[in-house]
C-alpha cells in the first residue's frame, strides 16, 4: 500500500507557500492506519524499548497504538501547563521565538530505553527538545519515529547520532 | 484489575479545590493501558460503529488504538485553526467564556454511525459540543466513551438521550 496516497496535501496551510500534509485522511481510512502501525511495529519489534513517549498532540495519534503492540508503557511529552505532577522543561526554537515542552519528572526510570513518536518530523526542534526531555529525567533514546518526513527541511541534521525512521517523505 | 489503582490523585491542580486525576500513572503502566482498551473494546465490539472521533487531546490517546481494534476510521475533533480543510465549529461554555471545537466537514459520510472518545466526562459541555459536530456533518451518534467519569458532575445530564460508557467513576 502506498500511504502517500491517502495523505492529503493542502497548499497555503497554516500560511501561504506552505503545503500542509494532512494525516486526517489516512486516519479516518482503516486499512491505512493499520498500515501505519503495522509498518511501525515492524520496524521496531525486535528492539529493546521500555517506553513510547508522544509529543502533543498528534504523536499520542501514533504512540498510544505503538505502545499497546510492543507492551510498553506511554508517555505524555506535553505544551507547559497541562501535566499535573512535577515537570521538567525544555525550550525549543521556532521560525519566530520560543516555545516550551514538559515531561513528568517521574514519567522514566534511569536507563530506560525510550522511542519518541511524532506524526511529522520537519526542522527538528521539537524532536530534539523531546529527546533532551527524556534525557533529563533519565532516559536513554532508542530512536525517533514519524508517519511523515519532510527532507528538504533536514530536520535530521539536527538529530544527528539518533536513530530516525520516517514512513512517507517529501 | 482495579484500574483506580492506576489512577493518581492530585489535590489543587489546575486550581485550589480541585483534585485532578492524572491518568499519566495509568498510561505508564503497560498492563493498565492494555486492560483500559481491551474494556472499552468489549463494550463495544457488538455495535454497529462506522467512525471513532477522539477530542484533542487527551481523546486522541484511547481512540486510535479503539479504532485500529474495532477496525474504524479514526476522525479528529480539533481546538480552533488547528484542521487545514474546511471546518465546522461549535461554541460551548466553558465555567468563565466559552471555547470552540472543530471537525473537517468532509470528516463523516451522513449516516455513519459514530463513537466519541475522551479521557474524562466532567460537566459534558466539550462532550455534548463533539456530537453537535458530528450530527452537524451529517453523522449519528452511537455513543460516548470515557475512562473516567466524575459522577458528581453530572455531565450525564447535559447527555441526555446519548449511551455514555465510563470505566472508573468517582
Same mark, same amino acid.
Given at each position: 500500500?502506498?500511504?502517500?496516497?491517502? &495523505?492529503?496535501?493542502?497548499?497555503?496551510?497554516?500560511?501561504?507557500?506552505? &503545503?500542509?500534509?494532512?494525516?486526517?485522511?489516512?486516519?479516518?481510512?482503516?486499512?491505512?492506519?493499520?498500515?501505519?502501525?503495522?509498518?511501525? #511495529?515492524?520496524?521496531?519489534?525486535?528492539?529493546?524499548?521500555?517506553? &513510547?513517549?508522544? @509529543?502533543?498532540?498528534?504523536?499520542? @495519534?501514533?504512540?498510544?497504538?505503538?505502545?499497546?503492540?510492543?507492551?510498553?508503557?506511554?508517555?505524555?511529552?506535553?505544551?507547559?501547563?497541562? /501535566?499535573?505532577?512535577?515537570?521538567?522543561?525544555?525550550?525549543?526554537?521556532?521560525?519566530?521565538?520560543?516555545?516550551?515542552?514538559?515531561?513528568?519528572?517521574?514519567?522514566?526510570?534511569?536507563?530506560?530505553?525510550?522511542?519518541?513518536?511524532?506524526?511529522?518530523?520537519?526542522?527538528?526542534?521539537?524532536?530534539?527538545? #523531546?529527546?533532551?526531555?527524556?534525557?533529563?529525567?533519565?532516559?536513554?533514546?532508542?530512536?525517533? #519515529?514519524?508517519?511523515?518526513?519532510?527532507? %528538504?527541511?533536514?530536520?535530521?541534521?539536527? /538529530?544527528?547520532?539518533?536513530? &530516525? %525512521?520516517?514512513?512517507?517523505?517529501?
Amino acid at each position: 500500500m502506498d500511504l502517500s496516497q491517502a &495523505i492529503r496535501s493542502i497548499p497555503d496551510f497554516p500560511k501561504k507557500g506552505i &503545503i500542509f500534509r494532512d494525516i486526517t485522511t489516512l486516519l479516518k481510512d482503516p486499512e491505512a492506519l493499520k498500515e501505519t502501525m503495522n509498518r511501525l #511495529a515492524l520496524h521496531y519489534k525486535d528492539e529493546k524499548i521500555d517506553r &513510547i513517549v508522544g @509529543i502533543e498532540s498528534r504523536g499520542f @495519534i501514533f504512540g498510544t497504538p505503538l505502545a499497546l503492540e510492543l507492551g510498553c508503557g506511554f508517555i505524555l511529552i506535553r505544551k507547559p501547563g497541562k /501535566l499535573p505532577a512535577e515537570v521538567v522543561s525544555q525550550e525549543y526554537e521556532l521560525e519566530y521565538g520560543t516555545d516550551k515542552l514538559e515531561i513528568h519528572k517521574d514519567a522514566i526510570e534511569t536507563g530506560e530505553r525510550v522511542l519518541i513518536v511524532d506524526d511529522l518530523l520537519a526542522t527538528g526542534g521539537t524532536a530534539e527538545a #523531546a529527546c533532551s526531555l527524556v534525557e533529563k529525567v533519565g532516559g536513554e533514546i532508542a530512536g525517533c #519515529a514519524f508517519v511523515i518526513e519532510l527532507d %528538504f527541511l533536514e530536520g535530521r541534521k539536527k /538529530l544527528t547520532g539518533r536513530d &530516525i %525512521f520516517s514512513i512517507v517523505h517529501y
